[in-house]
């Protein structure tokens, strides 16, 4: 109903515009009597009026697209922070204590406020030949478990988020740690797992070990980017650095 009545009402105004405007042009010609002069500017102004709808149907529409676009996209950065405050941080770093070929890379995933993009161009390049392993039979399965149980309300919620649609690859992380989530919540004792159960929960971690990495790369080139002070606190407490401490020294 309030929205026959939102139309109704435009259809009213467009049609006093164009009363208006034709009230004006009468007025021009009851006082210069030259219908010559008013044809010649009306279609000079009905001319112009494909390029103006170009320029406000494309153009105009395209840029004020793009700003929402970038709004939305901060918008849900602030959920990607969340994320990695409440579930990633913790994720990434336990992962990577049973990765046994962390050293080869660790160094160079210690970011520093010197970074350029192109040296996080280059990481992200260079990390797509890496081989993310993570040794499951070091990892304490049910420790894992119920740090990510205690999570999942968190994980669902988030999962909610239909601004989640706009960017693919965190959708896929959140997807791949509710997955694990799942998998290791379905099974009763994990210390009795036959090696069919251990070479598939190792392939989920896999998946949602590699996906961290990534999403972190590219989350903290956005808080270097736009938020210092966020992306301070995010240096100092790098999963990947031996030496990360909160205290500022």
């Known amino acids: 109903m309030r929205n026959m009545k939102s139309v109704g009402w435009e259809?009213?105004?467009?049609?006093?515009?164009?009363?208006?405007?034709?009230?004006?042009?009468?007025?021009?010609?009851?006082?210069?009597r030259d219908s010559h002069h008013i044809?010649?500017?009306?279609?000079?102004?009905?001319?112009?009026?494909?390029?103006?709808?170009?320029?406000?149907?494309?153009?105009?529409?395209?840029l004020l697209n793009m700003r929402e676009k970038r709004a939305m996209l901060n918008k849900l950065n602030m959920v990607i922070g969340a994320f990695f405050s409440e579930v990633g941080r913790d994720l990434l770093a336990y992962f990577s204590e049973y990765d046994p070929k962390l050293d080869k890379i660790r160094k160079e995933l210690v970011i520093t406020d010197k970074w350029s993009e192109q040296e996080f161009r280059d990481i992200n390049k260079r990390l797509k030949n890496y081989d993310y392993e993570v040794d499951i039979r070091d990892v304490d399965l049910e420790h894992l478990r119920n740090s990510l149980i205690g999570h999942r309300n968190f994980l669902l919620r988030l999962l909610e988020n239909p601004n989640l649609l706009e960017h693919e690859s965190f959708t896929d992380l959140l997807w791949a740690v509710f997955h694990l989530t799942e998998e290791l919540a379905k099974r009763?004792?994990?210390?009795?797992?036959?090696?069919?159960?251990?070479?598939?929960?190792?392939?989920?971690?896999?998946?949602?070990?590699?996906?961290?990495?990534?999403?972190w790369l590219d989350y903290m080139r956005h808080l270097k980017d736009n938020y210092p002070y966020l992306f301070s606190l995010a240096m100092r407490t790098n999963p990947f650095d031996q030496d990360a401490s909160p205290i500022i020294r």
């Open 188 to 215: 009763g004792d994990l210390k009795q797992l036959p090696d069919t159960d251990y070479k598939h929960l190792s392939g989920d971690i896999k998946r949602t070990y590699t996906l961290l990495i990534h999403e």
């Open 39 to 62: 044809l010649i500017y009306m279609l000079g102004d009905i001319a112009f009026v494909p390029i103006e709808v170009l320029l406000v149907a494309l153009v105009l529409h395209r």
């Open 11 to 32: 259809i009213r105004f467009g049609l006093f515009l164009v009363l208006l405007s034709a009230l004006l042009y009468f007025i021009h010609y009851v006082i210069f």
